[in-house]
Nanobody
Framework: QVQVVESGGGLVQFGGSLSLSCTAS????????ISWYRQAPGKERELVAS???????NYAASAAGRFTISRDDVKNTVDLQMRKLKPEDTALYYC??????????????WGQGTQVTVSS
């Protein structure tokens, strides 16, 4: 059974830092692209950052330069280091593990989310 679990959310002041962690089990972790998404109240879920096998990363414009995503394929974890946080970063942050096979099959797993709240 695949499990994806986020941790590390909380309340932080404007300009502060926070680190989120995503741990996945029950899958061949190193083969999966791991992404962080977020969803603020009344808004659609949006991609924040992703890291593919091999370590290449991709960031949303709102996260670039402030957030850093990294992975440890031994511990099966992906971390999201967030700096210079703003109130608009307040959201429920989700971890996603995705594998697209050469045959076009998609394996997609989500965590339950962890809340990040940035006070002004």
């Amino acid at each position: 059974q695949v499990q994806v679990v986020e941790s590390g959310g909380g309340l932080v002041q404007f300009g502060g830092s926070l680190s989120l962690s995503c741990t996945a089990s029950g899958l061949n972790f190193k083969s999966y692209t791991i992404s962080w998404y977020r969803q603020a109240p009344g808004k659609e879920r949006e991609l924040v950052a992703s890291i593919v096998t091999g370590g290449n990363t991709n960031y949303a414009a709102s996260a670039a330069g402030r957030f850093t995503i990294s992975r440890d394929d031994v511990k099966n974890t992906v971390d999201l280091q967030m700096r210079k946080l703003k109130p608009e970063d307040t959201a429920l942050y989700y971890c996603n593990a995705r594998l697209v096979t050469g045959w076009g099959q998609t394996w997609d797993y989500w965590g339950q989310g962890t809340q990040v709240t940035v006070s002004s």
